[in-house]
């Protein structure tokens, strides 16, 4: 067997793997009516998910962990995602632009993989994204649920305020006028 029938034989297996997590959940919590409709958290405090996201530490991808916590003080779009995922890699160049547009005057962008560190660094060169890539392997998904993806789907978004509070949350392909519109709230 040569290293691409295995490499294949591994990427199918992780789909696999994947999806049997999803089915579990969805056995475990039912879906939502809607789940690809995006969702306003309510107003309130900080919330005890953004706080355990500010108290992560997570790789980059040059294996150096790095503090979530020096993301705290500016909005910042939280983009979960995975290099085997079809709508991630669709919405990447895009959020790669919005974010380099911005180059963090008005907002940050993060993205946390849910995949190898391997994969994460070969898709980040090939594709020159523009924001910071953390990698949380399997452990995201985990991460994304608290921040309120109860289905645990990808790409998964939340956009946090200033002030530390979940203000939307976007299941699926971003779809970028909305969330133009929704970071343009923020400055406005």
């Known amino acids: 067997m040569n290293k ?3 490499a294949a ?3 199918v297996a992780a789909l696999f793997g994947v999806m049997g997590a999803v089915v579990a959940l969805y056995k475990k919590a039912p879906a939502p009516a809607s789940p690809q409709i995006s969702t306003t958290a309510g107003a309130g405090a900080v919330t005890n998910a953004v ?5 992560q530490s997570l790789n980059n991808l040059a294996g150096e962990p790095q503090p979530l916590a020096q993301w705290k003080g500016k909005p910042l779009l939280v983009n979960f995602w995975a290099t085997w ?5 669709q919405e990447m160049p895009e959020l790669s632009h919005l974010a380099g547009e911005d180059k963090g005057k008005h907002f940050n962008v993060i993205g946390i993989g849910i995949d190898s560190p391997t994969n994460m660094s070969e898709f980040a060169a090939k594709h020159q994204i ?3 890539l953390y990698v949380a392997g399997m452990g995201g998904t985990e991460l994304s649920k608290e921040l ?6 990808l790409p998964y978004t939340v956009l946090i305020g200033a002030d530390g509070q979940v203000l939307k949350t976007y299941i699926g392909k971003l779809k970028f006028d909305e969330l133009r519109a929704d970071l343009a709230k923020l400055n406005g």
Not at 51 to 55: R, W
Not at 148 to 153: D, E, F, P, Q
């Open 51 to 55: 706080t355990n996201l500010y108290a």
């Open 4 to 6: 691409k029938h295995l």
């Open 85 to 89: 995922c079809g709508p991630c890699v």
């Open 148 to 153: 309120g993806n109860t289905m645990g789907g």
């Open 9 to 11: 034989y591994a990427a």
């Open 130 to 132: 523009a924001y910071p």
